[in-house]
């Protein structure tokens, strides 16, 4: 049926448990965009619910009523772990939500790098809430090409890498590799800390066990940090957090209260105490390293 008279998109290509067993859809009360980058195919529109919706490769990656939670977790946290992060990198993150973030801290710079040129283009122009013209930020450095290969020409350089992907199908899938999470070992300094959009607690065997084993054998500190976000109905979703020199279940929250202060005002879900709620896991969910 031609998307024009197609009145509801059901995404129901999750990998993982859900696939071909699990839709939701959501009606399309006015469609805004779909199309085909030469890396992902791509689908928005705005439904009275959730607002304005961006699919990728049939998978919602965000919609305006939850955006900020999966942004402000994927960032906040580790941000406010280390001590002072001043070099940033993203990996993928074309929709420009995570730079939105990362640069509400004193950072000197942040570099983002995404595969595909069109869809930050895309996002601009159609997602304006999400990058807030984050991407002309003088601090922000953009790259267009493969994370893992960018990743591979730093050494001893970024306090923070934060990897926004998409889940692990098409350009993605090389960055929830055990080599990639090396090289992101070797670009952070000795303090650095990386964070990684991961899945759903649903697939906690292979998706978030299995990752967690992947860090563990490259990190000395992984932690899983639990956030939900309606968009996504599948229930609690997993970022994973690993780190060179710094426990992440031991920061010092009063330090983190204090810089937080400075920021809270822009922030709409983050705070400290939330901080430590989402690392306090059920214990259905506790990993056995
Ligand atoms: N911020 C989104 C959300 O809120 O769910 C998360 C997904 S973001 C849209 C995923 C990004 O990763 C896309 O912009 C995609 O182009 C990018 N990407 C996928 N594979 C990549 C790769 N190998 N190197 C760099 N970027 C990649």
């Not at 984050?134 to 050494?155: H, L, Q, T």
């Not at 967690?212 to 992984?222: D, G, M, S």
């Not at 920021?263 to 400290?272: A, D, G, H, R, V």
Request: aromatic share 14%; proline share 5%; hydrophobic share 40%.
């Amino acid at each position: 049926m031609p998307i024009s008279k197609l009145k509801w998109f059901c995404e129901g290509s999750v990998p993982g448990k859900r696939l071909g067993k699990v839709r939701h859809c959501f009606y399309i009360d006015k469609l805004v965009f779909k199309g085909r980058t030469p890396y992902q195919e791509i689908l928005i529109f705005d439904n009275s619910v959730y607002g304005r919706t961006f699919v990728l490769d049939g998978i919602v990656q965000l919609s305006k009523i939850d955006e900020f939670i999966y942004h402000e977790i994927i960032v906040h946290p580790i941000m406010f772990s280390h001590p002072s992060p001043k070099k940033v990198l993203i990996v993928g993150g074309g929709d420009g939500g995570v730079l939105r973030e990362v640069l509400k801290h004193p950072i000197d710079e942040v570099y983002l790098i995404d595969i595909d040129e069109k869809l930050i283009e895309i996002c601009k122009k159609y997602l304006p809430f999400v990058s807030q013209n984050s991407f002309a930020d003088k601090r922000a450095k953009i790259n267009i090409g493969d994370g893992m290969a960018f990743v591979n020409k730093f050494e001893d350089f970024f306090d923070v890498v934060i990897i926004d992907s998409n889940d692990p199908i098409g350009p993605s899938s090389k960055l929830f590799s055990q080599k990639f999470y090396g090289d992101v070992f070797r670009a952070l300094k000795k303090d650095g800390i990386m964070i990684a959009q991961i899945g759903s607690f649903l697939d906690f065997e292979s998706m978030i066990t299995g990752t967690y084993r992947k860090l563990k054998k490259i990190f000395p500190f992984v932690y899983p940090y639990k956030l939900t976000m309606p968009s996504y109905n599948c229930g609690d979703y997993c970022f994973m957090g690993a780190s060179k020199g710094i426990d992440l279940a031991r920061v010092d929250f009063r330090n983190i209260e204090k810089r937080f202060q400075k920021i809270q005002k822009k922030l709409k879900y983050y705070s400290p105490k939330i901080h430590q709620a989402s690392m306090t896991l059920p214990k259905i969910w506790q990993i056995k390293g």
